[in-house]
């Protein structure tokens, strides 16, 4: 095992005082309710402009009132997270879905297999819709959305579904690529 | 084939009289700039927080001065959204392509195999490494940095290749999702 | 960009007096109908047996008269080739789908996603069946051509899509191989 | 989320006093160590004469003596049953993992993505390794033994990798198969 | 070709007479009832606990009475054996399949496409479970098991099928991994 | 196992009589040295056209003087069609390159692994080159020449190996397609 305290992001990260005052003031706002800042935060602003673009795509498919529940939404980062193999989101995401769903397990056993998790079978047939979006959009059809709708999906929460796969597949790749680190922070929350 | 006048998007486009004040605003600039509306700029509008925070997105990585050239960010794309088959960003970001690149021919070999493309070893190494975020970016690391700074890529320049391929990749499984058809205009734009 | 004219194939191209007779006057009667050469016809003159074997297996499959029209034929051709990321084949064969097609868009969408392309439903299973003797066709059974029998395809039809789909299997390696340069002449061809 | 207790395995598990007095021993030997049954041991138990062969195979590999640490032994187990989805596996032997490891954050990090996680050059060779056995073992060669060499590992402890990385192969298939489910109890150990 | 006899395995094999007395007494059988000692006995050998914990677990699936045929496990493992192109077992239980199925071809139909072999619907079921559980596993359910039960197996037969595979899998991994070379005997066996 | 006269191919085989009179002339021809008629001549006399050009093909790459021996074509037609999972190919030329090769183990060796294979190291360049060319044409370079010159391997002999490969690609794709069925004499042949 290594003994230096490991980089954030293989890129720099600005001082919080050297940041553009909308971002400073967003993450002082995320640290006060969580405690710590989520290291994304600090990958991202290396480049404001993209943080700010992230942060507003993020907050439009993750914080939307109605539709899919808040558990939900992190159950298919989670999942899309996992085939994608992003260290980053799988954790950090994990700790989130297990504090939404009030459930200590359903991330890990989402993480390793969503298949076996416990989940209905229409949070199943969501996570299947939203692996097919990750590794085969190019096939994804009408069928596929009849099928949501078998299950009682309507047509602007099966967009929902679509548009956080691909997000968090955009973001699980810029993670992979900063080799962004998750705080130790989220390893242990929502554990008991 | 078909007969009836296709859909642009699975989804309902909303009228222009219809749509928030900035968003029509934007789709009426680019109207006047291209001489047609893109139908990517309609898809989105039906969802005007993602529309904003896409072209947000779209605009930091694209507009964006120095660094990688016009044309070279617009061969990420094709090489990219071609791998994702995604229909309507390989004919609409391959008439871009032509255009910025003053070539005819690039758009179509690109999106055949970029391997055979008129491109330069510097070019060739870079969309090497696009298509490895796209396709496997969990193995990304620092040796895929290294190859590129070998080509005369900066670390700056090497985030905007990594960020270009995730966006796009988001950007494809959207389109793909919701059928996004690609405008008439777009395919014989820059042939000659 | 590169600038010197680039090379038609990895390997000598004979001059049009050393050919033997009949295989210059197949290359003069094609100059003479189109006006210049594919290159194909060069780059396979270097093996004058394997010119012929394959001329005329190609006159087999895409000249017989009845059944598949001849514009469902280079739909095949063209879906195949963009599995396969043949570039000599996705371009010349684009340029004769469509004018065979008389459709200046069919060739770039069936390249990009044929899912998505301006098809009937029963051409739309003509290709899922193409590739998939593209791809598994380890796989193909009796099932398979019950289902094209679904959409009106007779027995000899169905043999006519998967030898097309073979014989441009080989094609493609052949062109990858030798690194089978597209003529101009191609890319603009039909696309008005 | 589902309310019923979910089930162990798709197959009946015997009752402990119908059980063959070695299997009913060891079984509450593991007891009295951990706490609690591991749902591995009654799944087997469904099948004596494997179950013997399953431990006594499990045995051999694990816990010998010398060679590879015994947190390097569940690292192997770990990577490998990440990539094989097998959710039993992944959370059962992540907690040993990280009590053997001392280490409450390596196995999550090996979970998600075993290229960043903090592991040692050597250790990140040795998963190198186990993945190949598992994913490509028709490849594997003289040069994947020289390149572990150049860590420092003996022959015998290459041996040791590869026949971890392929008994768990097999472990997996058959957790996946009887949808063994992982005890609660592994979830939260070793994470303080 | 080579001309040396080439090894057994890459690691070394120890002499008869150093051998273990169990280990020499199963290998004793099994040289006086097949006239030769296979190989998979001596590359073992190097390793007596991992050589019992097979050889138990072997017994337990392939000796066991009832449900399966001989011949129909025998078929499991070269349809299994060649998907993870294990020369040894492919060529050792080709044998052994001719001889249990009294059938000279069956082991090399088998082996190249077993959707084209001479066996029976029942038998295609069997073997298509077999290479889901060798190819993906992790997400095989019960369905598959419905469609087994439908063809007229037992739940202890459809756990034979995946456990026979599963086993293979890892003796296909070992057999790669030593480049255990099969027994110039086998080859002939069967045949007439 | 099935009871009747298995078919040779889906489609009809034309009586000998009724075939045209160089096909019949060219079977006879190969009945007589051979002492069978090969299932493939019967399958392809389907199509006259097709049939001739099949021939022609497979003369000028199979039968050609010079290059590379026969036993290395047919060890290229074995290892290709391994891959391409074709039951007819790799019985009936497994059959031949035992006699070419005048060696008894060799098909069943290159059929399950080549890389295990009692080949010389130019063989396995050779074998995995066509293979290359087999599973990823569209990445096939200049380099991979330069590796085949490194063992002695001129430019000729380089397009046999690759067009070689891309024929029985097509070979294998249309055997699979009509199911053709060995000929029960191939299995045994060259085995003594």
Redesign the interface.
Known sequence: ??DAA?PIS??PVPALEAMPEDIRARILKVQEKSGFIPNVFLMLAY?P??F???M??H???MD?EGGLSKAEREMIVVAV??A????YC??AH?AILRIR?R????A??V???Y??????PRQRAMLDFALK??RQ??????AD?AALRGHGFG?DEI?DI??I???F??????A????L?PN?EF??MG??
């Open positions: 095992m290594t490991p293989r890129y480049r402009d993209e700010r673009a992230f507003a795509y907050d439009a498919l939307k997270s996992a994608n193999q992003c260290q799988v954790v994990g769903a459930n200590p397990l359903i890990d056993q993480t390793a297999n298949r076996k998790a416990d989940i209905t979006v990750t959009a190019e096939a994804v059809d009408e959305s047509e967009w679509a548009a796969a691909a997000f597949g955009m973001s699980n790749r810029l992979n690529f900063t080799s680190r130790d390893y242990g554990r008991s």
